[in-house]
T-cell receptor, first 109, second 112 residues
């Protein structure tokens, strides 16, 4: 199975907050990442958090890290139609990244 | 600033034909380079990575090979494509010794 697990789908109303959850397995990971993939495109690095932090905020994005439970979440405030995409969680294992299967976020009017 | 290019963007090839996908990075030297495959509805599978010219590590036994003839060029090849090679191929780079990876636009390959 996947080392990194995410729920596959999330539907959210425009203007609401989205929360995408992820669990990982490697407690030695130094960085945890969120990437965004729009249809037909490559992966765009959204944000990352160093493992000794428990929160990072960047404009509408808030990353929460619970290292004890190996749980990572991404909150998108005021979700817009342009936020519709697949969101991947990833952990580093040395200089390799291990990805989850991705959460497809659909924003409805 | 750094940019990463992949070509072609889309490719349709018959079973048994050869393959060559190219990835180049600009604006940095001695990067780590990576090839991933993304099957429909799945996450990313790391295929190869390279820490320098001529240094290739394979993650998964398969019908594909990789080469790095120049510092900022990474090529994915096959002598004979299989139907199961269809997918979205992504190249990525990171600073040498760094963890954060930056992705190219991808090549969509359809093998018929």
């Amino acid at each position: 199975g996947e080392d990194v697990e995410q729920s596959l789908f999330l539907s959210v109303r425009e203007g609401d907050s989205s929360v995408i959850n992820c669990t990982y397995t490697d407690s030695s990971s130094t960085y945890l990442y969120w990437y965004k993939q729009e249809p037909g495109a490559g992966l765009q690095l959204l944000t990352y958090i160093f493992s000794n932090m428990d929160m990072k905020q960047d404009q509408r994005l808030t990353v929460l890290l619970n290292k004890k439970d190996k749980h990572l979440s991404l909150r998108i405030a005021d979700t817009q139609t342009g936020d519709s995409a697949i969101y991947f969680c990833a952990e580093n294992q040395g200089y390799k990244l291990s990805f989850g299967a991705g959460t497809t976020v659909t924003v409805r009017a | 600033s750094q940019t990463i290019h992949q070509w072609p963007a889309t490719l349709v090839q018959p079973v048994g034909s050869p393959l060559s996908l190219e990835c180049t990075v600009e604006g940095t030297s001695n990067p780590n380079l990576y090839w991933y495959r993304q099957a429909a509805g799945r996450g990313l599978q790391l295929l190869f990575y390279s820490v320098g010219i001529g240094q290739i590590s394979s993650e998964v036994p398969q019908n594909l090979s990789a080469s790095r003839p120049q510092d900022r060029q990474f090529i994915l090849s096959s002598k004979k494509l299989l139907l199961s090679d269809s997918g979205f191929y992504l190249c990525a780079w990171s600073v040498h010794g760094g963890e954060t990876q930056y992705f190219g636009p991808g090549t969509r390959l359809l093998v018929l």
